[in-house]
């Protein structure tokens, strides 16, 4: 039986090119950031910035636990994470739609 003695790294394995959409890509940060500069060059500089948490404590999340005995919430992110976007959802809406705070000059207003 005859082997391969070569030694570099590059020789071994299968090369995989990630798509730009892969979050942990920087490539997908830097798409990021030249969308967030293109719209401050559009539409100037935010005026208004927002932190939305999350409470386990939150009716829909403590319910839809009841339903399963012996769970908290940190044992199902799946239920706290689909109220937490139910009610970011929610809270966008309301500021673009709602106009709270005037009128929005750029977002998503699908």
Not at 60 to 66: A, D, P, W
Request: with cysteine; proline share 8%; aromatic share 10%.
């Amino acid at each position: 039986m005859q082997y391969n003695r070569e030694t570099t790294p590059a020789s071994f394995g299968k090369r995989i090119v990630l798509p730009s959409s892969f979050t942990s890509d920087p490539r997908y940060m830097i798409h990021n950031y030249q969308d967030a500069m293109a719209i401050c060059r559009w539409a100037g500089n935010p005026g208004l910035f927002l932190t939305f948490t999350c409470n386990p404590k939150w009716p829909e999340i403590v319910s839809s636990l009841e339903l399963i005995p012996g769970q908290k919430p940190e044992d199902r992110p799946d239920i706290v994470a689909r109220a937490f976007k139910i009610k970011l959802d929610a809270l966008l809406q309301d500021i673009e739609k709602g106009q709270h705070f005037g009128k929005v000059l750029a977002g998503n207003t699908n």
